[in-house]
């Protein structure tokens, strides 16, 4: 009980760590309070859903900002996609960076396009690990014998 | 014996060598003595003996020049020349004593090693006498010993002792044989040659040293070498050195110089002074410089830039040292002057780049200020745009709660403090509404729209909308010159917001008399006020078509010149068709009365169908009877934040932003705003707008329309016979007040469902007359309207007899979607005894086109509502949406709702959905690929208002074959096919999205995304009751 207790309290801060240096937004903590009974890993998958899409967004633009002639249209749409996505998981700094994409985009500047695309990767990296430690963190509360939501 | 005597002998030879290794050390500590000088030597120079030196060398030196009387007066006289002559004096006295005491030294060595040779002589004399007299008494040895300890030589006892004792032994062995004794005595003759000749040696050695000591001799050799090394030392040292040594007396007249590259000879220098020699800039400075050391008694240093002519533009850094006298008055000075102009160049060469570093640094940081600044700027006026929108949806809700709110039972206390709480809010919104516009138009985000739009109907629909707001006793008009196109293109939205501004605008300063539009065709622009933006135009414009065109618009003005007297005529007329086209329910006698009547109008703009495109210049005066504006105000009128006076702000309230929109707006269009005024008389605002035409095309979907209405309903043809109106006509609000309070106690709530499908009950068709005739009665002729109000009553008894349930339960709608809720309004406070006598106030607040439809789509909802009481279906929601995450999340979140919903992914798959079923709601996303929501939404919009999918085919999308059936079927067998599904957009972005745009698509509401619960929970409960 009292490794509970531990791990609840563990859970609680590094969420807010994560709140507070703005990787997550509130829409986050909708997506927490959409699991239940029904679908208890709701948030994971939509978060391991949302990475995939990261992923494949990214490799995407990156390929269309190497071309020659770069389709600025396309990679327009690929960070609109992000952006969507972002905001409705809560990555509240990816979804920031692609307003700064965008405006580069429109821009067509092709190296600001580079740069951004190099910190949304690099924010879906480091992003990607901390949630995997929260979602460990939640596993291990569930392991031992508790529930999320607390 | 033998043993002695050798280790005697060996003991002697080892002494002689001590003293040699004492002589030959000797010498080695005499240059080591000199060495320890040296370093004083080389100081010399540098330190007291500098000026001293200075002279020997320059004696030797080709290069100086000397005054020797004065130079021999110098070191006698001067203090530091004497302490040079005694130190010199000393240095060679303390060699001279050194030498000495090494001589003596020596001489001491010399006379020890004598005393002990003779020593030994003495003891080999012993041995011989001992050897002789054998056996004398041993005191005789004793005796000699005495002899020899009185000599004062203390080591003899001992030596005598151990002789004495080895004699003993050496007599008991071998004392007896005569040989033995002959071979020693030889043997110690020996001995004794060599000690002589040691002696000798030594002796002679001893000369030589005197000799030598005798050969170093006198003082002056060495001293002069001393002064050579120095000489040397000095010379090695100055050889290349860019200096300049120089003495000068008290009346600064050189005595002596030193110059390595000397431009005049001595004998040009020696007794003259700077200035004598020298002309050009520094030399006086330098002569002053020199006479204040000379006066001060200090020296110093100074640099001092030369520009001679001897040797050209040179500094030099001088160094001024005081000659004091041995009495201690100064007798002259030394000097020392170094060239370092190289270093001054470079000195100031740094100096200047790094003032010009200071500088650019200073301007780099000024430009990152700057630049900063504007970031600043720019992100202030983003961040404001996207606050604003983010103030506005909340506000919105609060708004229409306020809305819902007032529509209950309230009292009038309740209802005064809730209207003041509307209007506020109001206010509020279209404030953010402005600034964002502004934002817009500013940071150039604003984009327009080409749309196809009838004018007509856009004057007509504006002055509707004020008429519906209006509190004031004023009458509202619109004319159209019938020279105007039926269909133009350009961004509707925005000249709708113009038009509606400045009618407000009008509407707000004018207390009686009237309030108008008149939109008529201006020919040249140029010859009005828009000089340049005809410019703009006429290069669009072939020159060929530029002609035609004014003659054309020529007559158009005619036609406008006696324009009243035709619109009269034409009243009577439209009156006429009107009442006519009520009556009969067939609906082709109304369709043929305008074909004929369209005739005379589209004659005129037949003659502009000869040209392709071509761009019309449209001229719209909206004209007051208000206070007017003063002279003084009218430059500041345009400008942002800016009213009138503080007086008119105060009393008529307002942003001040409004007409800086709409003139921004207009120019951003290509057009221009001007205004002219008088005070107490009324203003005109008139902006000149370019539109562009396609007659082919106008009058070809003309007759499309004309022929789908004669297909449609009735309602179809009211909007026919808008095409062509010219003039309409909203008198002051009694009447508005009289339908209302005639149609409220009649119409009660829960009569609603019953009687609009079944019933043709006079009650039910005057709320249909009211939302349905309210458009042509009060367009047309509203006079004779108002005259004959049981006309219009008796019209719409006969419609309602004939017409189809399901077709008046969607005009009914249709009606109400476009503003018109009186009736619904009134209706929900029939009991109420404000109704009647305080309805018009309340039913006049609702001034927001926005609002009212959502008021609409909620009224609606409720008939819908009350039908599903009988079926009880699940409502069906349509989420359009192409982001995978945002559908699971959305969906998700309505599951918590308790809805399942539908999911597409594009614009061409929700119209074909919406083909396929009915939905209660539709959640559309603006930005989608293939086909994003706002084209979807219009496609859907205009089937619901067409009945069919023209639109939907012509962006490419087949119609199912299997449903196309029920679709059209559909508004029999299903009533709500038609009604209007509400749209909810979900938007990303406050600029590129903007909920102007949903609204103008035919959007009912937006939701901003990220959608959360909150937000989806607010809209279901808004539009899923």
Redesign the interface.
């Known amino acids: 009980m009292d490794v509970l207790s531990q791990l609840r309290h563990q859970l609680a801060d590094y969420t807010n760590s994560l709140h507070r240096d703005g990787f997550l937004d509130?829409?986050f903590s909708?997506?927490q309070?959409?699991q239940?009974e029904s679908?208890p890993d709701?948030a994971m998958?939509?978060v391991s859903?949302?990475f995939e899409?990261c992923q494949k967004l990214v490799t995407n633009m990156a390929r269309a900002l190497e071309l020659q002639a770069v389709d600025f249209k396309q990679v327009d749409?690929s960070v609109?996609?992000l952006?969507?996505?972002s905001?409705?998981?809560?990555a509240a700094r990816i979804k920031n960076l692609c307003v700064a994409f965008k405006t580069c985009c429109d821009s067509q500047n092709r190296d600001g396009c580079m740069r951004c695309l190099q910190e949304v990767n690099r924010e879906c990296v480091l992003l990607k690990n901390k949630l995997q430690t929260l979602f460990r963190l939640e596993q291990q509360i569930i392991s031992a014998g508790g529930s999320i939501p607390m | 014996m033998e043993i002695n005597n050798s280790s005697s002998s060996s003991e002697g030879i080892e002494e002689m060598e001590e003293m040699e290794m004492e002589i030959e050390v000797l010498p080695s500590m005499w240059p080591e003595d000199i060495d320890s000088e040296k370093p004083y030597n080389v100081e010399r120079p540098a330190g007291d003996g500098e000026q001293d030196m200075l002279e020997e060398v320059t004696i030797r030196a080709a290069a100086s020049a000397v005054d020797f009387h004065h130079l021999k007066a110098l070191t006698s006289y001067t203090d530091r020349g004497s302490h040079q002559m005694s130190h010199l004096m000393r240095h060679w006295e303390h060699q001279q004593a050194n030498a000495v005491r090494l001589l003596r030294e020596e001489l001491d060595i010399l006379s020890r090693q004598r005393e002990e040779v003779e020593l030994k002589k003495l003891e080999i004399l012993e041995h011989f006498q001992f050897e002789e007299d054998n056996c004398k008494r041993p005191i005789s040895i004793l005796d000699k010993h005495v002899e020899l300890y009185g000599d004062g030589v203390p080591r003899k006892k001992f030596v005598d002792f151990v002789v004495r004792s080895d004699r003993r032994v050496e007599l008991a062995a071998e004392s007896d044989t005569v040989a033995y004794w002959k071979a020693r005595a030889a043997n110690l003759e020996k001995l004794l040659e060599a000690s002589v000749h040691r002696e000798q040696i030594l002796v002679e050695k001893l000369e030589e040293n005197m000799k030598e000591l005798e050969g170093q001799g006198s003082p002056v050799e060495e001293l002069s070498q001393i002064l050579k090394r120095a000489d040397n030392f000095l010379h090695f040292v100055l050889q290349n050195a860019p200096v300049v040594i120089g003495h000068q007396d008290k009346e600064l007249k050189y005595r002596f110089i030193y110059n390595q590259y000397p431009s005049l000879n001595e004998q040009d220098i020696l007794g003259k002074t700077d200035v004598e020699i020298f002309k050009g800039a520094g030399v006086r400075e330098s002569q002053d410089f020199k006479k204040e050391v000379l006066e001060k008694g200090v020296p110093a240093k100074r640099e001092i830039a030369f520009e001679t002519e001897l040797f050209g533009l040179k500094t030099f850094l001088i160094y001024v040292e005081p000659v004091f006298s041995k009495s201690g008055e100064t007798i002259g000075v030394n000097y020392m002057g170094m060239d370092v102009t190289d270093q001054v160049r470079k000195r100031e060469k740094m100096a200047k780049i790094r003032e010009e570093i200071a500088v650019q640094k200073a301007k780099e940081t000024e430009l990152n200020k700057t630049i900063h600044i504007t970031e600043e700027t720019m992100r202030a006026k983003q961040m404001l745009a996207t606050m604003s929108h983010e103030i506005r949806s909340p506000l919105s809700g609060v708004v229409s709660m306020a809305e819902i709110l007032s529509n209950t039972n309230l009292d009038r206390e309740q209802r005064n403090l809730l209207n003041v709480m509307i209007s506020s809010g109001d206010l509020v919104l279209q404030l953010i509404n402005d600034i964002l516009d502004l934002s817009k138009v500013e940071s150039g985000v604003m984009k327009l729209e080409a749309t196809k739009f009838r004018p007509r109907e856009v004057v007509k629909h504006v002055l509707q909308t004020a008429a519906a707001s209006l509190q004031k006793v004023l009458t509202l008009e619109g004319r159209i010159a019938d020279d105007v196109p039926i269909e133009v293109t350009g961004d509707v939205l925005r000249i709708r917001q113009i038009l509606t501004n400045l009618i407000s605008n009008a509407i707000k300063f004018t207390h009686d008399g009237k309030v108008g539009i008149d939109l008529y065709i201006v020919s040249d622009p140029g010859c009005g006020r828009a000089e340049e933006n005809h410019k703009k135009l006429m290069l669009d414009q072939a020159t060929a078509n530029g002609r035609k065109e004014e003659q054309c618009t020529s007559t158009s003005q005619s036609c406008n010149g006696h324009q009243n007297g035709y619109h009269n005529d034409n009243k009577h007329v439209d009156g006429a068709s009107h009442n006519h086209k009520l009556n009969d329910n067939k609906p082709r006698t109304p369709v043929k009365n305008e074909n004929t009547r369209d005739r005379g109008g589209e004659e005129e703009e037949e003659d502009e169908c000869h040209v392709q495109e071509t761009t019309v210049w449209l001229r719209c005066d909206v004209y007051d009877t208000g206070i007017g504006i003063p002279e003084n105000a009218l430059p500041n009128l345009f400008k942002k934040y800016m009213q009138a006076s503080t007086d008119h702000a105060r009393k008529y309230g307002g942003t001040g932003l409004g007409l800086a929109i709409c003139k921004q707006l207009v120019e951003l269009m290509g057009g221009q705003l001007t205004v002219t005024s008088r005070v107490n008389h009324g203003s005109t605002f008139t902006f000149v707008l370019p539109y562009k035409v396609s007659p082919a095309c106008d009058s070809s979907s003309d007759d499309q329309d004309e022929l789908s209405d004669m297909t449609d309903h009735t309602n179809a043809s009211v909007s026919d016979q808008d095409e062509t109106a010219g003039f309409f006509q909203f008198q002051p609000r009694l009447l508005g007040s009289l339908f209302s309070s005639s149609n409220g106690p009649i119409r009660t709530p829960k009569l609603v469902p019953n009687s609009f499908g079944n019933t043709n009950s006079p009650p039910l068709n005057g709320f249909l007359e009211d939302g349905n005739s309210s458009f042509p009665s009060s367009g047309i002729g509203s006079k004779e309207t108002t005259t004959s109000f049981e006309d219009a009553y008796s019209t719409v008894e006969s419609i309602g007899t004939t017409s189809e349930p399901g077709t008046l339960f969607g005009s009914v709608s249709k009606e109400c979607q476009n503003g018109e809720l009186r009736s619904t309004e009134s209706s929900r406070r029939t009991n109420s005894e404000e109704s009647t006598s305080g309805s018009q106030g309340s039913c006049l607040s609702t001034e927001n086109p926005d609002r009212s439809s959502q008021q609409c789509s909620s009224s609606g909802n409720n008939t819908s509502h009350a039908e599903a009481d009988k079926v009880k279906p699940m409502p069906r929601i349509l989420l359009v949406e192409d982001n995978k995450i945002n559908v699971m999340v959305t969906q998700s979140m309505m599951k918590q709702l308790g809805h399942s919903i539908e999911v597409v992914n594009n614009g061409i798959e929700a119209v074909k959905a919406i083909q396929r079923h009915y939905y209660d709601l539709v959640l559309m996303d603006v930005h989608m690929p293939v086909m994003d929501g706002l084209q979807a939404t219009r496609i859907i919009r205009s089937f619901e208002d067409s009945g069919s999918w023209d639109e939907a085919a012509k962006a490419g999308i087949e119609l199912p074959a299997a449903s196309s059936e029920p679709s059209t079927n559909g508004h029999n067998s299903h009533p709500n096919s038609r009604d209007r599904i509400p749209i909810i957009a979900m938007t990303a972005n406050a600029l590129s999205e903007s909920a102007e745009e949903c609204y103008a698509n035919g959007m009912d509401s937006f939701v901003s995304k990220p959608v959360t619960f909150q937000k989806l929970k607010a809209c279901m409960d808004e539009y899923l009751p």
């Open positions: 509130d829409q909708q997506l309070q959409l239940d679908s709701f998958e939509v859903l949302f899409d749409s609109h996609q952006k969507g996505s905001s409705s998981v809560g």
